[in-house]
């Protein structure tokens, strides 16, 4: 038995059998015991031959905090013959916790065994022993209960080769964002990656948002610059799944595979490709070129960074612009990864798409691929073609094949060189025309982001004007306040009222072709004014069907037109009837009209008379005053 567990039965006999108080207790148990007073066993002198006061106390509050198996010395001693492992339902719990909390620390078991158990809990030191000991032997399970992702890089088998079946050029493509985003000098930002899985080409974008049409543009960009890929690999985000990006694809003629959600590892080659980013470009950032390794503090913000930007959620901060970030990826992807070995392809990607001798697709009419990247309205891009052309953006676009489709749907594309012409395509993505706008027609080659800007512009400036000129009245007005007068003349008047090298070949499709018919139809046709517009449109018969339409729609029209006048006029008749009805006080009235008139008042209709009334009285009563 334990020597000190010993001592501390006997220290318990003594304590029930003294009258002094406890501190007074304790010392004089300690002078019985070293002068031998006691009847002690020559074992226990042997092994603890003196006490002192401090060391009873502490024995006596080991107890207390940690329990008497803290003392007993009994397990521990072979592997699973600690007290953990031999105590029913102590292994249980400790794994329980570590599932459920798999952060938590041995002083929060320790709390949770001492609230579940009361007694005989192994201390704060021996729970961490084993929880360490078990994290070790379980690191894979461990890693997966604390860090899916880390579990993935680490544990995950990867005996197979993503891109096996990959034996060429553009033939997939894998886009991507990083998890978490980047604070630049001039706000939040996102990096959008792209990487051609055959030859490990890569490409970023540095982005406010990593909105579909940030999407576009890097692969506009890439496909210009590596050819037309046969198929595209992205997770199943919002951004990646836009009907934008869903129609561009399908246009381009482009696969697009979607990957399961939370499951990053189906897209492993841009991911790998984000992961040697951030750890290559904490080198090149500002700050931490030419680091001395004596500097922890920088070396532990580069890290930093560079976790916080593959993680989900995680903001990265760096003095930069995203014009000098953007640069730095540039240099970081066309300078150094492009001729760094990599490991699978056992030569740099440089060498891996010169080796290329295949064809690559190209596309020849640039006009044509910015007309089908180019964002559509609001609304799915649909619009319907009234007899005034498509109305966008509170202005009127018109063309004159647009005449043969008057009441139908159109997909309508915004020109993004040209804020005075829309591209108009069947709802089938057949090119019908490009419509413009000739209120618009003379400033031809400004971009609907330029526009936009001047418009904000314009607006700021207006706005600051009025908010200028009202400033000044309100300060001679006075009416800061206005609420404690109005309430007070409410009170007053009536109390009631509650106030991407090789052979080159010519890629295209039905939606490229059509695309490029409206490219040649804006260079041929550049009507500037109403008068030719309207000349071009009668030079144009309109077809039977679209005059047939027309019809249609003008008779619609009048019948619309002749039920708002009957509406208006059985208003007016239901008023009426209630008025001579009140003019009786409803007095001497059938039970019809009674029944009518209080199922009336409880209308929308009715309540709005009664109290558009009531308030008209009262202004008189007021003006009258």
């Known amino acids: 038995m334990n020597s000190r567990l010993e001592i501390l039965k006997l220290w318990e006999w003594h304590l029930e059998n003294s009258t002094e108080a406890v501190t007074a207790a304790q010392f004089s148990f300690c002078r019985l015991y070293n ?3 006691f009847e002690i066993p020559d074992w226990l002198k042997e092994a603890i031959p003196s006490v002192s006061q401090g060391s009873l106390m502490r024995w006596i509050k080991t107890v207390k905090r940690e329990g008497i198996s803290r003392l007993g010395g009994a397990h521990g ?8 492992d031999t105590t029913p339902g102590y292994k249980d719990f400790i794994e329980s916790m570590i599932y459920d909390f798999p952060d938590c620390s041995a002083k929060h078991v320790y709390k949770g065994m001492l609230a579940r158990y009361k007694t005989d809990i192994p201390s704060i030191s021996t729970i961490e022993r084993w929880m360490n000991r078990w994290k070790n032997q379980n690191k894979p399970l461990y890693a997966n209960l604390r860090n899916p992702d880390q579990f993935r890089n680490q544990f995950m088998p990867a005996f197979g080769d993503a891109s096996e079946n990959i034996t060429r050029l553009n033939q997939l493509w894998e886009m991507d964002s990083t998890p978490g985003d980047v604070m630049l000098v001039d706000g939040r930002h996102s990096i959008i990656g792209v990487i051609d899985v055959w030859g490990r080409l890569f490409r970023m974008l540095v982005t406010k948002t990593s909105k579909s049409e940030m999407i576009a543009a890097l692969l506009r960009d890439t496909i210009l610059k590596w050819g037309v890929p046969e198929a595209i690999k992205t997770d199943n985000g919002s951004d990646y799944t836009s009907k934008h990006i869903a129609r561009t694809l399908g246009a381009l003629g482009i696969t697009q595979e979607l990957c399961p959600p939370f499951q990053p590892q189906k897209k492993p080659h841009i991911e790998r490709a984000f992961g040697t980013f951030t750890r290559d470009i904490v080198e090149l950032l500002p700050g931490y070129i030419g680091h001395n390794v004596a500097e922890k503090k920088a070396i532990d913000e580069r890290k930093s960074f560079a976790d916080r930007l593959m993680k989900k959620g995680e903001i990265a901060e760096v003095n930069l612009t995203a014009a000098q970030l953007q640069e730095i990826c540039d240099n970081w992807s066309s300078k ?28 020849e009419n640039v006009r044509a691929l910015d007309l089908l990247l180019a964002p559509a309205p609001n609304g799915d891009g649909m619009r319907s073609v009234t007899k005034k052309g498509i109305s966008l953006d509170n202005l009127e676009y018109q063309a004159p094949e647009l005449a ?61 004007e009025g908010k200028a000129r009202l400033k000044s009245v309100s300060r001679k007005s006075n009416t800061k306040n206005i609420a404690n007068e109005i309430l007070k003349h409410c009170a007053d008047s009536n109390d009631k ?6 052979n080159n070949t010519s890629h295209s499709t039905p939606a490229l072709e059509s695309a490029a018919e409206a490219v040649a139809l804006r260079d041929a046709m550049e009507p500037k004014s109403f008068e030719e517009l309207d000349m071009m ?8 069907e679209a005059e047939r339409k027309l019809a249609q729609i003008v008779k619609l029209e009048m019948i619309r037109e002749h039920t708002l006048d009957q509406e208006e006029a059985e208003k007016k008749a239901r008023i009426a009837r209630y008025e001579d009805l009140l003019a009786k006080n409803f007095q001497g009235i059938t039970k019809e009209d009674d029944v009518w008139r209080k199922t009336w008042e409880e209308t929308p209709e009715g309540r709005t008379h009664i109290r558009l009334k009531r308030l008209r009285e009262q202004n008189a009563q007021l003006n009258q005053a």
């Not at 001693?77 to 953990?84: C, M, P, T, V």
């Open 35 to 37: 002068e031998c007073a």
């Open 77 to 84: 001693n072979r592997k699973g013959s600690g007290i953990i």
């Open 336 to 363: 150094i990864y492009m001729f760094e070995q990599h490991r699978e392809l056992k030569m740099s990607p440089s060498a891996k798409v010169n080796s290329w001798r295949g064809e690559i697709s190209r596309i």
């Open 404 to 464: 043969a489709y008057i009441g139908e749907r159109v997909a309508v594309r915004y020109d993004p060189l040209d804020v005075s012409k829309i591209v108009v395509y069947t709802s089938e993505m057949e090119l019908v025309c490009e419509a413009i706008c000739c209120g618009l027609i003379g400033i031809e080659g400004v971009t609907r982001a330029e526009l936009a800007a001047k418009a904000t512009e314009i607006s700021k400036k207006r706005i600051a």
């Open 497 to 502: 009222i509650i106030c991407l090298p090789g």
């Open 537 to 544: 449109t009668r030079a144009k018969p309109i077809a039977p």
